[in-house]
Every structure is written in structure tokens, then in C-alpha cells.
């Protein structure tokens, strides 16, 4: 999943421009807190109806969505609005003042200079770009991003295979990347993504279960959500690949703790953020946060490596079809083949487990803000599934899901989306490095300016996405009046060549999460507002402590709770 790391890389992209320079940036910390919309679903806030036939206009778009070249003359990069460079500085200063929360700081200036912002710091030139159409037309035309300096050197150092973040343009990064690629095809999602997962649906709720704090008649509290559904997103990834359960049976048979596996993959990233945003000290001496990374380093592709060799035998005649063997056949006359294996494991736990964790918070507390729509989701899968039933969380595997009843979930479907646009775990995504000069939206952005993607912006902006404050997931309905007027509005997992490989195995895991939840439990949480996000990590994050969330089982699995 160079995939899901990609896009946990691309919540960090605002290093590049300061790689060498900025030295002092650090994560974000837990005191600062991000620029948080009100959710007007819950608030008086008044927000005027669009019509069907309302669409967002970009200048330089004609009617047909080609570009309309001949609209102006191409302005200069200096003209392009932005706060006012120091000499030689640049904005230094500026973006060192807000290190804690950047995210935020580059939101705050959309919203003060528009949809193209220019930002410069030590003859470092960088863009936030938060116009659909002009995020369209860059994505389309370049492929080049910047490289995850941290881990290429730990690579590097060992004479490790590379993912493509790691990779520079001009290196063959597209042969691995054609690997991870397979999860991307539809049939591989019907034939084993769905049939792996299905046999999971009683694990995710005895993952929940190990979480839950009995606080009154039939009321559970979450006690720490992400580890209740990171350690099912990592179990999840580890089925699919290999076609194994990880009970605790088989756990106690492994040299290593799953949960420490998962965590020191997951940490991995969180450190190579950390250094990517300071000088490379680690180049010259290795500091304690480089010996972290490189004990973690370690580990996690050691274990990685055991878990090719032990789960990937071969399996018996009718057991479901599992990735390896696709893997496997697909890296056949690649350089180091086994090695490629190895490093798209590692991958996929590293990037999928964390975001894909932080999603399923989101997914949880918007059920309980929404109690309208746990109603209408209960009734959508009653209508496909039928009536639930014990078993679907005291059996081995739980409820069934086919590939063709999991096609029928249209609400179900809706509302991840929905989801992914108004609470994202990232306000930017995969953003480009330019490999030359390149018009874009009437401006010349000059070779090696960092274009970042602030897919936030557009997402809660009416002209783009109508009632955009309000959570409607029927939005996401074909031909629907308030659906988003551009694809590009809301790009969690990325555009184009560099799109995240690895959406469709986290849709179908936050799908499955919904649906099991809704069939078993009803929610709510204790305070009225949605909660605001956490920033002291990488990444947002819901802090289920401080926003307790509750789970009420449904008639049929009281008495297996209570």
C-alpha cells in the first residue's frame, strides 16, 4: 500500500519546502488545536439552499471541462497572492510560527488569500492549491512528489527494497508501484477482499468488546477506540494477504506480539515525519530518534519476512483465494521479487492499519451524532441481510456478506463517504513536486515549486459541494442537486497515478465496520457538538477519553453483553 503510507505521507507534505531549511519544524502538538468548522446539522447555522442546476464556475474552464487557455495572459509566480516574503527569508518566520498546527496555518490562508496561495522561504518555492478544476489539471499532467528522505536513507543504508514514496521520479518507482496495484482491480475485491473479510465480522466485534467499560443497564463506554480498531484493521490486512485468522492461539505461537508489530509499524511513520521535518542530522550521527526508527525498522521488516515465510505455504485445495499468491505472481521477473513481497506487507500494515483506524473513530462518532441515520442505515441492511441474530457475534466468523448483497449497500456506502469528505485525517493530500514550468490557473508555477492539495477547502465550500456544513451522505447519489460539483472536491486517498492503491481494501473494511456496528448497537456520545480532532499526532484523531462514546446492544445481543 504505498497507497495508504502515501497518503499518511501526504498529511506531512508541507516538509518538502522546508526539508533542508527548516530545521526547527516539529509534529503538531496536542495544546494547539485545528481549525474546526461548526457542523450545522446540529447548529442554527443558516445556510442558504443551491439549485440543481447551480454549477461551480472556474474561469478558466469551458462548459465541456476543457481549459480555456486563450481566457488571459499567464501571470508571473511573484504575483500570485500570499502572505509577504521577508527578503532572503521568504516566510520563514511565518510557517516556523506555526509549526505546531501547519495544516490549520495553510487552511487560514486559503481562506484569506483564495485558491492558490504562494508561500517562499529560503528560495524555496511552494503553492497551496485548493481549486478542484486546478488541482485537476496539475494532477493530470505531473507525477513527480517529493521523497520520504528518512526512510530512503534507513533503505538505503540496508540495501532494502523501496516503495514509491521513497523513490525519486527518475527511478523505476512505477514496477513496485504496479504491484500494489492489484489491489485496485474490481475483481479482486469480489474474489477476495469480500470473501477474506467476511469471515472477520465476529472478530471486529470481540475487538469492540475487549474495549468496552460496562457503565450502566446495558451501556458500554469505548475505553480506547483506536486500538480496538487498529489491531481489526491490522488482523484485516494480515486475512487478506494471507487467508489466516489470527487467533490467540496462533499468536501465541509467533516470536513477536501482533500488537507490537502493528504499533512499531504505525510508530514508524509517525518518527519518519518527525525527521523529515528537521536537518538531517541523522545523515552525520544517529540521533535517538534515528535509532528508533531503525530498531523499529528492524523489527518490523523481520517479522514481515517471517510472516512470508510461515503463511505463505501453500494453502489446501479449497480454501478462498488469498493476495500472496497474486503478489507472488505478479513480482515473478522483477529485481529481488521475494524482497518486493516482504515490502508490500510491511507496507500495507504500515499505512493501512493507522489511517485506516483513525476513519473507523470517525465513522463511529458520526453514527452517534446522527442517530437519524443509524435508523435509516439499520433498515438498508435489514432489507439485504434480513433480521440479525445472535450468531452474527458468537460464531467463529459472524454475519455472511456476499459480493453481491455487499453491491446493494448504497447508504452504507453514502455515508463513509460523506464521512471522508467532512472529517478527513488530513485537511491536504498527495500534493506534486514540478518536474518543469506549468501553467496553472492563469500562473506560471516555476520547475521544483511544491504544489500542495488542500482538499478541505473546496469540501466545505458551497460553490463546490452544495449545503457543504451539512452532513448529508445521500449527496453521494448519482444525478443528486447536492452532490459534489467536482471530483477533486474531496480526494482522501489521492488522485492519478499516485492514487492510493489501497482504497478499496480500506472502503470495504470501514463498510463492513458500519455494518456490523449498525446490526448490533445503537450509539450515542455524552456531549451535543461533534468532538474536534486531535493534533498532536500526525494525523487527526478523535480522543475517545476525553469524548466518551457509548454502545447500547440491540435486543437480540443483550443478554451476550450484559
Known amino acids: 500500500m504505498s497507497s495508504l503510507k502515501s497518503i499518511r505521507h501526504a498529511a506531512l507534505i508541507h516538509k518538502p519546502l522546508l526539508q533542508q531549511v527548516l530545521s526547527v519544524l516539529t509534529t503538531h502538538h496536542s495544546n494547539n488545536r485545528l481549525y474546526h468548522h461548526q457542523d450545522s446539522t446540529k447548529e442554527s447555522i443558516t445556510i442558504s439552499s443551491v439549485a440543481a442546476n447551480t454549477e461551480a464556475k472556474c474561469p478558466y474552464h469551458k462548459e465541456d471541462g476543457t481549459v480555456d487557455v486563450a481566457k488571459s495572459v499567464a501571470k508571473p509566480f511573484g504575483e500570485i497572492p500570499g502572505p509577504k516574503p521577508l527578503p532572503i527569508l521568504g516566510n520563514y518566520l511565518d510557517i516556523k510560527k506555526h509549526s505546531k498546527n501547519t495544516m490549520s496555518y495553510f487552511l487560514d490562508l486559503c481562506n484569506e488569500y483564495g485558491e492558490m496561495v504562494k508561500l517562499t522561504a529560503l528560495n524555496k518555492n511552494m503553492v497551496i492549491i485548493s481549486n478542484p478544476y486546478w488541482i485537476a489539471d496539475l494532477a493530470r499532467v505531473e507525477e513527480r512528489r517529493t521523497v520520504l528522505n528518512p526512510s530512503r536513507y534507513y533503505k538505503e543504508s540496508r540495501g532494502y527494497e523501496m516503495v514509491p514514496i521513497e523513490m525519486k521520479i527518475e527511478e523505476n518507482w512505477n514496477e513496485i508501484r504496479q504491484i500494489f496495484n492489484l489491489a485496485m482491480k474490481p475483481e479482486f475485491l469480489d474474489q477476495i477482499v469480500v470473501p477474506q473479510l467476511t469471515e472477520m465480522n465476529s472478530d471486529l466485534i470481540r475487538q469492540l468488546k475487549k474495549n468496552f467499560v460496562k457503565v450502566g443497564e446495558n451501556q458500554f463506554r469505548l475505553d480506547d477506540g483506536l486500538e480496538a480498531t487498529s489491531r481489526y484493521a491490522f ?18 505461537s509467533l516470536p513477536f506480539k501482533l500488537d507490537d508489530f502493528s504499533k512499531k509499524a504505525i510508530t514508524i511513520l509517525d518518527l519518519c515525519g518527525r525527521l523529515d521535518y528537521k536537518f538531517p542530522l541523522y545523515k552525520y550521527f544517529k540521533t535517538e530518534e534515528y535509532k ?3 530498531s523499529y525498522y528492524d523489527q518490523v521488516i523481520d517479522n514481515a519476512r517471517y510472516c512470508v515465510e510461515r503463511f505463505g505455504a501453500s494453502q489446501p485445495e479449497n480454501a478462498k483465494p488469498r493476495f500472496y499468491e497474486i503478489l507472488v505472481k505478479k513480482a515473478e521477473g522483477a529485481t529481488n521479487s521475494n524482497e518486493k513481497v516482504s515490502t508490500v506487507l510491511s507496507t500495507f500494515i504500515q499505512g493501512g492499519v493507522d489511517i485506516t483506524s483513525r476513519i473507523m473513530n470517525f465513522i463511529l462518532y458520526r453514527l452517534a451524532h446522527h442517530p437519524e441515520y443509524q435508523e435509516k442505515l439499520y433498515n438498508e441492511c435489514l432489507e439485504v441481510f434480513g433480521p440479525p441474530a445472535l450468531d452474527e457475534v458468537s460464531s467463529e466468523n459472524g454475519l455472511i456478506i456476499t459480493p453481491e448483497q455487499y453491491k446493494q449497500l448504497k447508504l452504507v456506502r453514502q455515508f463513509v463517504e460523506e464521512v471522508l469528505r467532512f472529517n478527513s485525517f488530513a485537511y491536504i493530500t498527495m500534493g506534486r513536486q514540478l518536474n518543469s514550468d506549468i501553467e496553472i490557473g492563469g500562473y506560471i508555477l516555476p520547475k521544483e515549486t511544491i504544489a500542495i492539495f488542500m482538499n478541505y477547502y473546496p469540501s466545505m465550500k458551497d460553490e463546490y459541494v452544495p449545503r457543504a456544513l451539512e452532513f448529508i451522505p445521500e449527496r453521494h447519489e448519482k444525478k443528486s442537486p447536492l452532490a459534489p460539483k467536482s471530483m477533486f472536491s474531496s480526494i482522501p486517498f489521492g488522485v492519478g497515478a499516485r492514487k492510493c492503491p489501497g482504497s478499496r481494501v480500506a472502503n470495504t473494511e470501514l463498510h463492513f465496520l458500519l455494518i456490523n456496528v449498525i446490526r448490533n448497537f445503537t450509539l450515542t456520545k455524552k456531549h451535543s457538538e461533534f468532538p474536534e ?11 475517545t477519553n476525553k469524548y466518551p462514546l457509548y454502545f447500547h446492544p440491540r435486543e437480540h445481543t443483550k443478554h451476550y453483553f450484559n
Not at 488482523?235 to 501465541?252: C, N, P, Q, S, W
Not at 480532532?533 to 480522543?543: G, K, L, P, R, V
Open 235 to 252: 488482523d484485516a490486512i494480515m486475512k487478506i494477504f494471507f487467508g489466516v485468522k489470527m487467533t490467540e492461539e496462533l499468536e501465541k
Open 292 to 294: 528508533t526508527l531503525e
Open 533 to 543: 480532532m486531535e493534533t498532536d499526532q500526525s494525523m487527526f484523531y478523535i480522543n
